[in-house]
């Protein structure tokens, strides 16, 4: 089974899994993931350690189950209660 994911394409097979990329060209005019400047979020909570994953996230359902994931892989990141 073949299924588009983001412009990626996801194959599965045989239980193997495998991801292929998009081709560079798609991915020309976003922002990169690490250039967050941009956003408004970054200037009321400003990372203080740019290297971590910053999480910016509610105390909701879906916010806690990523935060209980980072924690679980051990991720560095920072939250930020938005």
Excluded at 57 to 62: F, G, V
Aim: include cysteine; aromatic fraction near 6%.
């Amino acid at each position: 089974m073949t299924a588009p994911f983001c412009g990626a394409v996801i194959e599965l097979s045989a239980g193997r899994v495998e991801i292929s990329s998009p081709p560079p060209s798609h991915h020309q005019d976003r922002r990169t993931m690490s250039d967050l400047s941009s956003f408004p979020v970054t200037q009321r909570w400003p990372a203080s350690h740019p290297e971590r994953i910053q999480l910016y996230a509610s105390p909701t359902p879906n916010g806690v189950k990523v935060s209980i994931m980072l924690e679980e892989t051990g991720l560095p990141y920072e939250p930020h209660v938005v």
